[in-house]
């Protein structure tokens, strides 16, 4: 499903499609008609995204409406953490937990025996 998912944003049509689509449902000829090309080949840019999962789509009277289907990102976006690693501000959140859990430490133990000279103290 991964592959299904990266070969199908790998298009700049159907990334701005997706961009689109982000903003709610359009018919089929509201998308095309945003487009420089064809509407058949807007018509294989919406088959790829809906094979992928991407979009869905529905007969609404006699208009074919596509809508973005987020839950398909998940496990791309899921891929992309694994492959990126923990980022600088996950990083800085858990040095930032660490100085707050010894600053309570010391304060406590600070509280328990306030004669006691710490390693800052001297």
């Known amino acids: 499903?991964?592959?299904?998912?990266?070969?199908?944003?790998?298009?700049?049509?159907?990334?701005?499609?997706?961009?689109?689509?982000?903003?709610?449902?359009?018919?089929?000829?509201?998308?095309?008609s945003r487009f420089a090309i064809t509407r058949p080949a807007i018509s294989r840019h919406l088959r790829v995204l809906r094979e992928s999962g991407l979009v869905h789509d529905e007969t609404v009277g006699r208009q074919r409406v596509y809508a973005l289907e987020l839950a398909p990102l998940g496990e791309l976006t899921a891929w992309l953490s694994v492959l990126t690693g923990p980022t600088w501000e996950q990083h800085l959140d858990a040095l930032e937990t660490e100085v707050y859990r010894t600053r309570r430490e010391r304060r406590k133990e600070h509280e328990a025996d306030p004669h006691r000279k710490t390693g800052s103290d001297g």
């Open 1 to 32: 499903m991964l592959d299904l998912i990266a070969g199908a944003i790998a298009d700049p049509v159907r990334r701005e499609i997706l961009e689109l689509l982000r903003a709610g449902p359009l018919p089929a000829g509201e998308i095309a």
